[in-house]
């Protein structure tokens, strides 16, 4: 077990390193450059060319490459071109609202959705069933935006009981905090709800149709033990493999929800880094996150063994 | 003494649309303290359901409809459901089948016979463990301590049914529903469970409902028989009575369907053509690799096997024996590691599969489950036509022959443009056997091709095999678990223990005395061995 995961954490090395040169590559490929945009509209081509030299631009692709990955090495993810700050600063002061997005949004999924999906498996066909199931339709076909907005005008001007916008760190008080990101994480959770839900359904199904089910039955137990002690955790391993995965892609949503609520956090500087060809921001970010998928990827494997004990690495 | 169960014109009714309109309907039955009452009859005879109804486990849509149900006198029918779960576990408790599947795979043994406790009594921790390794004691697994801690993967399948049944009796039932408990472990696990069953009865005056479809469980282990047909009981009476002298015509014809443990006489064929020779033909897995450390299984050691045109070879054995692996083998549906595969002397042991594909005419397969192996989305004609079409046919000379090899197979042309789901088990089989002939092989491998059906349509299928061996001159490779069938179909057995073939030769002269101790000990562990002889003494 040990072994497997140490095997694991050293097989991340090649993954980061392929999707490094990967990243750094497709955007000097891309027509995109910097040095124009800092410019500013009204610069000549001198100008241009020296912001190029400053930003080292002009050297040999494979320079650049190599100047960049053995900083890396280093711990030196470079100077953002557009704020000019130290990349790693940068992501360090907009992590915070990120994660706390990220992990609110969760446990909300997850506390609203598994539970939807275990009455609606209990009440198959049932109105339960059926509007669970109709809502899960939903929850995927709507766009998050669209949710963002409507939420936004029920509770907080229609019904002026939440913030519109903007974010409060924890640091200043956590009332404050809680009420800046409910509203966010209900939208960004939706979709989330909708996909752990429809799998917990389908899940306990499957599960509550099992030959063990009918023998716990057989020992006199009733319909809640049966439920909790024998079906949930033989339906986890599907359930906990969808909210990883889901976890993981959560990094897409956080994007249009930040731009949304205007919470200044990573998917607002990914924006941000993006519209103003910010290479190193860039390349940070991206590294970060497939760093974060990764682990998580590690981390549902692991929680496996602990689910099933028929699985073992 | 009184009874432990009075079943008494119980009837079931089943969900309109349903081929009839009651699983159960007006059956009486009762089961003394200490004794075992079989209730035998084939799939859909409603033997099964009469005992859910007595646990109280029906699905939703079957219910109950009218008669009575005691429990050591106290009338269940009507009960609320908080007084069948008091009952349920301590009073009457079931084990069935399949003890992989009935046994919950995230949760130790330990914990799933101490759970009767939890629900049950008021015992502490401590009395409950002590309650746990005794019940363990008491089946006979070796070393309860880890059996405790085990989950069900870890054991066999046979410690797994023992398991259940300590699980079934931690709490002394007065009553013990036993549903095909020994139907999926092998012969010799078979004979052990049911000796264990018959010892704890006996120990502790437990009644027993055994629910089986095996004559030779019935003569092994019953007291009284209660034969079902469609819903009915159409017989019942004393163990003895019933074997010997059944009066109801279908007992008689159930009792008669039972192939015997005598092995037919069959023509010598010394003289045809070998067609199908393997030779030192091996099989091993092994898995792990780089960081990991190796296993290997050796599936198959050197078999060497000759079929002669016009011959049945028979591989016998018990699950985990490789006779499965020289079947897939044989048919290069997995690739064997060494030796020699032949048929009419040219070797495909080891061709890639592009040079393989015309060697694929000439052996075909039947398997065991008709249900899984034909697509349910694909008209009978689809699934049987595609091979020869594959290796040239015109569709129209393909439809021809798909006709001609159903009347065959004894089933109407019109099955032509049906769907699987329109036909029974015993005509799903005849359509997958028709299905292999159709490129016209010159091996038909049948694995475990009559296993999952009734002992009526199992008689009926076998003499089909029979008949197109013979019409068609073909080398029959049967594999199978069950003597009786070696015994009625095979000229040849080959009997194989883990990954080796033990003794081979002549099914009569196997039969009539077995060199090597496996050997006898299956036959030994046969049960009910009269039955189905021709001659009963």
């Not at chain 1, 954490?9 to 027509?31: E, K, Y």
């Not at chain 1, 409910?182 to 429809?198: D, G």
């Not at chain 2, 089986?212 to 019935?218: A, C, L, S």
């Not at chain 2, 290997?296 to 060497?304: L, Q």
Request: hydrophobic share 45%.
């Amino acid at each position: 077990m040990f072994g497997y995961v140490l095997r694991r954490l050293v097989s991340t090395i090649p993954v980061m390193l392929i999707v490094a040169v990967f990243v750094f590559l497709m955007l000097r490929v891309g027509p995109h450059d910097p040095a124009a945009i800092i410019a500013g509209d009204n610069a000549n081509a001198d100008q241009i060319a020296q912001i190029r030299q400053q930003l080292g631009l002009d050297k040999p692709l494979l320079t650049q490459l190599f100047v960049w990955l053995s900083a890396i090495l280093h711990g030196d993810f470079g100077e953002s071109f557009f704020f000019k700050k130290k990349v790693v600063s940068l992501i360090a002061d907009r992590i915070e609202p990120t994660l706390a997005l990220a992990i609110c949004t969760s446990i909300l999924a997850v506390v609203i959705a598994v539970p939807l999906g275990v009455v609606a498996a209990m009440r198959r066909g049932s109105m339960v069933d059926r509007l669970v199931m109709g809502f899960s339709v939903l929850g995927f076909s709507v766009p998050v935006f669209v949710i963002g907005y409507v939420l936004i005008y029920i509770f907080a001007i229609k019904f002026p009981i939440l913030p519109v916008q903007g974010y409060s760190r924890i640091a200043d008080g956590f009332e404050p905090f809680i009420r800046s990101i409910i509203l966010p994480s209900l939208t960004l959770a939706v979709v989330y709800v909708a996909l752990i839900a429809r799998m917990t359904r389908t899940s306990v199904l499957e599960v509550l149709g099992e030959d063990y089910i009918r023998t716990a039955y057989a020992r006199g137990l009733t319909p809640l033990q049966v439920l909790v002690r024998h079906a949930l955790p033989n339906a986890a391993v599907p359930i906990v493999t969808v909210i990883g995965l889901g976890v993981a892609l959560l990094i897409g949503g956080v994007v249009v929800t930040e731009s949304v609520f205007a919470i200044p956090g990573i998917g607002r500087l990914t924006v941000d880094a993006v519209l103003a060809r910010d290479f190193p921001t860039i390349q940070a970010i991206i590294l970060l996150f497939s760093f974060i998928y990764v682990m998580i990827n590690l981390i549902i494997d692991v929680s496996y063994t602990l689910l099933d004990p028929r699985i073992r690495y | 003494m009184a009874d432990v169960l009075t079943v008494d014109r119980l009837t079931v009714s089943l969900p309109p649309g349903s081929d009839r309109p009651y699983a159960v309907e007006d059956v009486s039955y009762s089961v003394a303290p200490g004794e075992i009452v079989c209730v035998v009859g084939e799939s859909g005879s409603g033997k099964s359901v009469s005992a859910f109804t007595v646990m109280g486990l029906l699905p939703r849509e079957v219910k109950a409809v009218g008669g009575s149900i005691r429990l050591e006198g106290e009338e269940l029918l009507g009960a609320p459901e908080t007084r069948y779960r008091e009952l349920r576990g301590s009073r009457m408790a079931m084990i069935f089948q399949e003890p992989m599947t009935a046994l919950n795979p995230v949760k130790t043994i330990g914990e799933q016979i101490e759970e009767t406790l939890k629900v049950h009594t008021q015992m502490n921790q401590s009395e409950r463990r002590a309650r746990v390794l005794e019940t363990i004691g008491q089946v006979n697994l070796p070393d309860p301590d880890q059996i405790v801690r085990a989950y069900p993967h870890q054991l066999s399948g046979g410690q797994r049914q023992r398991a259940m049944i300590a699980g079934a009796l931690a709490l002394d039932p007065a009553l013990l529903i036993a549903d095909e408990p020994t139907t999926a472990l092998d012969v010799t696990t078979q004979a052990q469970i049911l000796k264990l069953i018959a010892e704890l009865r006996e120990r502790k005056g437990t009644g027993v409902l055994f629910i089986t479809h095996d004559f030779g469980v019935v003569a092994e282990i019953a007291h009284r028989v209660v034969v079902m047909q469609k819903g009915k009981v159409v017989e019942q009476g004393l163990a003895n009575d019933v074997l010997t002298r059944p009066q109801h015509p279908y007992t008689q014809m159930l009792i008669g369907a039972v192939p015997s443990l005598e092995p037919a006489q069959r023509a010598s064929l010394d003289g045809a053509p070998i067609v199908l020779h393997t030779k030192n033909l091996r099989k091993v897995y092994s898995s792990g690799g780089l960081f990991q450390k190796k296993r290997v299984v050796e599936a198959a050691k050197d078999v060497s096997i000759d079929i002669r045109r016009g011959e049945t070879v028979g591989i016998v054995g018990e699950s985990g024996s490789g006779k499965s692996t020289v079947a897939r083998c044989v048919a290069r549906l997995i690739d064997p590691t060494s030796g020699e595969i032949a048929i009419d002397g040219a070797d495909y042991a080891k061709l890639p599969e592009r040079k393989l594909r015309d060697h694929r005419r000439r052996m075909q397969i039947v398997f065991q489950d008709p249900y899984r192996s034909l697509n349910p989305r694909r008209t009978v004609a689809d699934s049987m036509i595609e091979a020869s079409v594959n290796f040239g046919a015109s569709a129209e000379q393909a439809m021809k022959r798909a006709g001609e090899l159903l009347d065959l197979v004894h089933l109407p042309r019109q099955s032509l443009d049906r769907y699987p789901h329109q036909f029974s088990g015993g005509q799903r089989q005849r359509i997958c056997i028709a299905r292999a002939l159709m490129p016209q092989p010159e091996v038909l491998i049948a694995d475990e091709a009559v296993s999952a059906l009734d002992v009526s349509v199992q008689a009926q299928v076998l003499r089909l095999f029979d008949e197109i061996r013979e019409k068609f001159s073909l080398a029959l490779l049967f594999i199978t678990h069950d003597l009786r069938v070696a015994a009625q179909i095979c000229d040849r057995i080959v009997v194989m223990q883990k990954g080796a073939v033990v003794e081979q030769g002549v099914t009569r002269e196997i039969f009539a005395n077995p060199q090597h101790a496996y050997t006898k000990a299956l036959f030994a562990a046969a049960p009910g061995k009269h039955i189905g002889n021709k001659v009963v003494t």
